[in-house]
């Protein structure tokens, strides 16, 4: 079994993952598609929704070398041609896995590999600054002694 398809059950698993057309689009006009993967053999139908709910946005859509089929006994989802990564790691890590097996992928893996870098930064970003209110900045010690008076 391919690595990538490994990935789909994974993000299946920890909930990641909108599955079927109702679901991804959904996800993706709620802002939190990060990816449309759409498999083989789905429709023409299929892909022109497909292509209307990444319009506009900035959600990448990809046409898998898998069948429905396939992606059904991954996932455990009886018949679905197209699914949505809601989770930027995950994205990331599957399209690596998918240029792995096939060249003609490496751009769009590329191009999630930054989005997770940029989102990588930005959580470590957020918990700086939560360090940083729970705690406080180190501030510079009040000046002691006493002021001068003008005579």
Do not use: C, W
């Not at 429905?68 to 996932?75: A, N, Q």
């Amino acid at each position: 079994m391919n690595r990538a398809l490994n990935y789909i059950g994974i993000a299946k698993k920890a909930g990641a993952i909108a599955i079927g057309e109702t679901n991804s689009g959904a996800a993706i006009r709620a802002g939190k598609g990060r990816i449309l993967v759409l498999a083989s053999d789905s429709s023409g139908n299929a892909r022109r929704r497909a292509e209307n709910f990444v319009y506009g946005t900035q959600t990448p859509m990809v046409v898998l070398p898998f069948s429905k089929e396939e992606l059904s006994l991954v996932t455990g989802t009886n018949g679905f041609s197209m699914a949505v990564f809601t989770d930027v790691g995950l994205a990331a890590v599957f399209m690596a896995a998918l240029a792995e097996s096939e060249p003609s992928f490496g751009e769009t893996a590329e191009f999630m590999a930054k989005k997770n870098e940029k989102a990588t930064l930005r959580k470590r970003e957020a918990a700086a600054h939560d360090r940083n209110r729970k705690k406080g900045k180190a501030v510079k010690p009040a000046a002691t002694g006493k002021r001068r008076r003008d005579i």
